[in-house]
């Protein structure tokens, strides 16, 4: 599981769409649309840094963290950066559109709110909506006016863009979400798989600008979109140890390689592994070990 997607990767991923316009103009944000025929039958699990909005016309299946959602009618899927999914499509028949923006390009300035705050985005919410052919009509309807416009000259086309996109947003309010997701048989193990690939994604750390960026199980939790008291719950279950007994046997497993194969000196390697102050990780590193991170580089022949 990538630990996120940022849009300079959407594009890496997606070779075919790099010349495509897009709007990308220093203070104002970035937004771009898209048919699907031409997108990926599976996209990875991760989470991504940017917002997006799919009519799906096509079968396939949505999973999340602990639960997912056999998408078999025509449907539309918000997603927000801070909730992990994948797609896998049931088929290479797939039609529709989506559009991808940040925050910035969708408020201009006049933060009245944030999408967070958004019933369609909210964390906890339900991201997805079954819509009759009526309501796929008036969807398609506004993605392709969007692609339109963003192929335009007109001055103000990034107002228009934007009204398209809160018009979308609005009539979407209108419409009832899904609730029957289906949970998978084991939830928990799914979750520690989950937890165990991001964890490892965190490393090797590299170089002594790296740094490692979730140090903690909350950390872990909140990429996962998930509570940490069920991560914790799944991780225990599946593996016989603790979520932070876990981060805390790969920071040390990561210590010991950059003590033993590095000529960092040891300050590089706590800043490294997340610590603040060398002080902290040798007294972890022996808490952990019974002995010091400099008893173990002088041992090195």
């Given at each position: 599981?990538?630990?996120?997607?940022?849009?300079?990767?959407f594009?890496?991923?997606?070779?075919?769409?790099?010349?495509?316009?897009?709007?990308?103009?220093?203070?104002?944000?970035?937004?771009?649309?898209?048919?699907?025929?031409?997108?990926?039958?599976?996209?990875?699990?991760s989470?991504r840094d940017?917002?997006?909005?799919?009519?799906?016309?096509?079968?396939?299946?949505?999973?999340y963290?602990?639960?997912?959602?056999h998408?078999?009618?025509?449907?539309?899927?918000?997603s927000?950066?801070?909730?992990?999914?994948?797609?896998?499509?049931?088929?290479?028949?797939?039609?529709?559109?989506?559009?991808?923006?940040?925050?910035?390009f969708?408020?201009?300035?006049?933060?009245?709110g944030?999408?967070q705050?958004?019933?369609?985005?909210?964390?906890?919410?339900?991201?997805?909506?079954?819509?009759?052919?009526?309501?796929e009509?008036t969807?398609?309807d506004?993605?392709?006016?969007?692609?339109?416009?963003?192929?335009?000259?007109?001055?103000?086309?990034?107002?228009?863009?934007?009204?398209?996109?809160?018009?979308?947003?609005?009539?979407?309010?209108?419409?009832r979400?899904?609730?029957?997701?289906e949970?998978?048989?084991?939830?928990?193990?799914?979750?520690?798989?989950?937890?165990?690939?991001?964890?490892?994604?965190?490393?090797?750390?590299?170089?002594?600008?790296?740094?490692l960026?979730?140090?903690?199980?909350?950390?872990?939790?909140?990429?996962?979109?998930?509570?940490?008291?069920?991560?914790?719950?799944?991780?225990?279950?599946?593996?016989?140890?603790?979520?932070?007994?876990?981060?805390?046997?790969?920071?040390?497993q990561e210590?010991?390689?950059?003590l033993?194969?590095?000529?960092?000196?040891?300050?590089?390697?706590?800043?490294?592994?997340?610590?603040?102050?060398?002080?902290?990780?040798?007294?972890?590193?022996?808490?952990?070990?019974?002995?010091?991170?400099?008893?173990?580089?002088?041992?090195?022949?």
């Amino acid at each position: 599981m990538e630990s996120r997607e940022t849009i300079k990767g959407f594009y890496e991923r997606n070779a075919q769409n790099r010349g495509l316009q897009c709007i990308k103009t220093p203070g104002v944000g970035h937004f771009n649309v898209f048919s699907r025929e031409n997108c990926s039958s599976i996209t990875p699990y991760s989470r991504r840094d940017y917002y997006k909005i799919s009519l799906i016309i096509g079968k396939g299946k949505l999973h999340y963290a602990d639960k997912w959602i056999h998408v078999n009618k025509p449907a539309l899927l918000f997603s927000n950066p801070a909730i992990p999914y994948s797609w896998e499509a049931d088929d290479e028949d797939q039609k529709g559109f989506f559009c991808l923006f940040t925050d910035h390009f969708l408020y201009d300035g006049n933060r009245l709110g944030t999408l967070q705050e958004s019933p369609l985005f909210k964390v906890g919410g339900t991201p997805i909506f079954f819509i009759d052919s009526e309501q796929e009509k008036t969807v398609a309807d506004i993605f392709i006016k969007m692609m339109t416009e963003i192929q335009s000259d007109y001055l103000h086309k990034y107002d228009m863009l934007r009204a398209y996109l809160h018009l979308l947003i609005h009539e979407t309010m209108k419409m009832r979400p899904v609730e029957n997701f289906e949970h998978y048989q084991n939830a928990s193990q799914r979750v520690a798989s989950l937890f165990m690939e991001l964890l490892e994604r965190q490393f090797p750390i590299d170089s002594p600008e790296q740094f490692l960026r979730l140090k903690s199980p909350v950390d872990y939790a909140e990429n996962l979109s998930i509570h940490v008291n069920s991560l914790n719950r799944s991780v225990k279950e599946i593996t016989g140890r603790t979520t932070s007994q876990q981060i805390t046997s790969r920071i040390i497993q990561e210590a010991n390689a950059l003590l033993k194969h590095t000529d960092w000196n040891v300050s590089e390697i706590a800043y490294g592994l997340g610590f603040e102050e060398p002080a902290y990780f040798t007294n972890y590193f022996k808490k952990q070990t019974g002995i010091t991170p400099n008893a173990v580089r002088n041992a090195v022949v």
